[in-house]
């Protein structure tokens, strides 16, 4: 498995506006071969901003790749660029392979 995060800055007070672009967008994810699972997590408040992280599962790095390079891809993100205004800075990109997977006796009886 793969995870893919993405960090965002979001300016003091443009928590809703944020959430509400990530709420209201079609990702194109379900169509996607190799993903998995999509969260947008909220983290801890400073001064300045809220930290927010979209955080993506996918079956390999290779189907996280592909989808960079897909069609869905760049309709997903179309209009990113709009959005720059309610976050600080570029959202960091991190990459991260499965190494151990531990799961609940719910999820592990599924």
Same mark, same amino acid.
Do not use: M, Q, T
């Given at each position: 498995m793969f995870i893919a995060m993405n960090r965002f800055q979001v300016t003091k007070g443009s928590e809703a506006a944020f959430e509400h672009v990530w709420a209201s967008r079609d990702?194109?994810?379900d169509k996607v071969p190799g993903f998995v699972e999509f969260h947008l997590l /909220?983290?801890?408040e400073a001064e300045d901003h809220t930290l927010y992280a979209s955080h993506t599962i996918w079956s390999s790095r290779a189907t996280f790749e592909a989808w960079t390079k897909s069609e869905?891809? /760049?309709a997903a993100h179309a209009r990113a660029g709009e959005n720059k205004p309610l976050y600080l800075g570029h959202p960091q990109f991190e990459g991260f392979e499965t190494v151990q997977t531990v799961k609940g006796a719910a999820t592990a009886a599924a």
């Open positions: 990702s194109h994810l /909220r983290g801890p869905a891809f /760049r």
